[in-house]
């Protein structure tokens, strides 16, 4: 049973074919040709293609006019803001009588210290220096702007090189003042002169002008003395200052006079 099997299958099987061997004749050689070399010729560079397109095409710049030199103006200089000084003086007509101000009386004290020169006409040391201490109150005898009024005194001398001690007391007459005006006075003085051998009594006269705004004084006086039985005459010049006011200024004191 099996055999008839197998030969069913060898018949049904296809036969193998085996194709004849062909033999394929070989390739003739070919030699190969070497190509041909062919140089590399340089790029031109950008530069060098850009300089001569550059320099053809470039046109001619226009030449430009420079323009003349103007002068410089010179420099603003700002002057500084002055400032102007008080003025009290009275804003109404010169017709107006002097009682008519809105100014009222004033009453203004003064310390002075003066010292100066003191020359003796007839008498022993007839040069020497002299220094005063003066203490007084100027009062206004009416309104306005300049006022004439009293001035009580009273005050110290001092005359060396032979120590000469001197009281003053007096009562004057000024007219001004307020410190924005000069003022003027006269003064006549009782002078003491203190000593067991220089005792004396006698009479000063002085001319004292005052400087506007300041403090500063000058004073040019005469004065007869009675010294053991005999006159003494004295020229007095002395360079006063006003310590009181001074004083009120440094204090910023509102005072109607200052």
């Known amino acids: 049973m099996s055999g008839a099997w197998l030969g069913l299958a060898l ?3 296809p036969a193998v074919v085996t194709a004849p061997a062909v033999a394929i004749p070989p390739l003739p050689e070919v030699e190969a040709e070497a190509a041909p070399e062919v140089e590399a010729e340089a790029a031109p560079t950008l530069a060098s293609e850009a300089a001569p397109t550059l320099a053809s095409e470039a046109a001619p ?14 420099p603003r200089v700002v002057e500084p803001r002055r400032i102007t000084a008080r003025d009290r003086r009275p804003t109404t007509p010169s017709r107006t009588p002097w009682y ?3 100014r009222p009386p004033l009453v203004r004290p003064t310390f002075r210290v003066a010292p100066g020169f003191s020359g003796r006409v007839v008498g022993p040391h007839p040069a020497a220096f002299a220094f005063d201490v003066l203490a007084s109150v ?25 120590l000469e001690h ?13 410190a924005e005006s000069w003022t003027v006075g006269w003064l006549p003085r009782v002078v003491a002169q203190l000593g067991d051998q220089t005792r004396g009594l006698g009479v000063r006269n002085g001319l004292w002008l005052n400087f506007a ?6 004073e040019l006086s005469h ?13 007095q010049l002395t360079l006063g200052i006003d310590l009181a006011m001074l004083a009120f200024v440094l204090s910023d004191a509102r005072v109607a006079w200052l």
Not at 61 to 74: K, S
């Open 223 to 235: 004065q007869w003395l009675r010294v053991g039985g005999a006159d003494q005459h004295e020229l």
């Open 138 to 162: 100027m009062i206004g005898l009416h309104p306005g702007y300049r006022q004439l009024g009293l001035a009580p005194e009273l005050g110290y001398s001092l005359r060396t090189p032979r």
């Open 11 to 13: 018949a049904l099987a």
């Open 166 to 178: 001197r009281l003053l007391a007096g009562v004057g007459v000024v007219h001004g003042i307020n």
């Open 100 to 102: 008519a101000s809105e």
């Open 61 to 74: 710049e226009p030449e430009v006019e420079a323009a003349p030199a103007q002068p410089l103006e010179p």
């Open 213 to 218: 705004e300041n403090g500063f004084s000058v």
